[in-house]
C-alpha cells in the first residue's frame, strides 16, 4: 500500500512539473497542492491538496498583482479599520466601500478594491466577497 502511495505521488510530481513552469496563480496553486496532498495522503490528499492549493494560489498573475497595486497607491484611498478578519471567500463588512477598478489597468475581468487594515483587497463587485488581499 505504501509502495503503491508513493508511486501516485511520484506520478503527480511528474505531471505537475510542467504546470507549474508555464501557469500562474491558481492553476500553480492547485499542482502544488496536490503533489503535497498525495504524499501525505494519497489520491484522497491529492484532491484535498489541490482545491486547497487553488485557493491560496491566488487569481491575479504578479504582473496584475502589480498593476493593481501601482493604480491603488495613485489613488490615496484611506485604510479602513474593521475588527472583522479580512479573508478570501467572505464578504466584506457593509460599511466599508469599495471602488472600481478601470479596465485601463488591465485586469481581465471587472473587480473592486478597497484598502482595508492596511491590505489592498481585491473584491468581486457583486457578492462583496474577497478573492484576493494583495498586501
Keep these: 500500500m505504501r509502495s503503491h502511495v508513493l508511486s501516485s505521488a511520484l506520478l503527480l510530481t511528474l505531471a505537475a512539473i510542467p504546470l507549474a513552469g508555464c501557469q500562474t496563480g491558481a492553476a500553480t496553486g492547485a499542482a502544488g497542492g496536490a503533489v503535497a496532498g498525495a504524499v501525505v495522503g494519497g489520491p484522497i490528499g491529492a484532491a ?3 482545491v486547497a492549493g487553488a485557493a491560496a494560489g491566488g487569481i491575479l498573475t504578479a ?3 502589480t498593476r493593481v497595486r501601482t ?3 495613485s489613488q490615496r484611498r484611506p485604510s479602513m479599520q474593521v475588527t472583522e478578519e479580512v479573508v ?3 464578504p466584506l463588512p457593509g460599511r466599508v466601500r469599495a471602488y472600481p477598478i478601470p479596465s485601463n489597468v488591465g ?3 471587472s473587480y473592486h478594491y478597497t484598502v482595508v487594515n ?3 483587497v481585491l473584491v468581486d463587485p457583486q ?3 474577497v478573492v484576493e488581499i494583495i498586501d
Aim: net charge negative.
Design 63 to 65: 504582473e496584475e498583482s
Design 118 to 120: 492596511d491590505q489592498t
Design 107 to 109: 485586469l481581465q475581468n
Design 88 to 90: 478570501v471567500g467572505r
Design 71 to 73: 493604480y491603488v497607491v
Design 48 to 50: 484535498v491538496g489541490g
Design 127 to 129: 457578492t462583496r466577497q
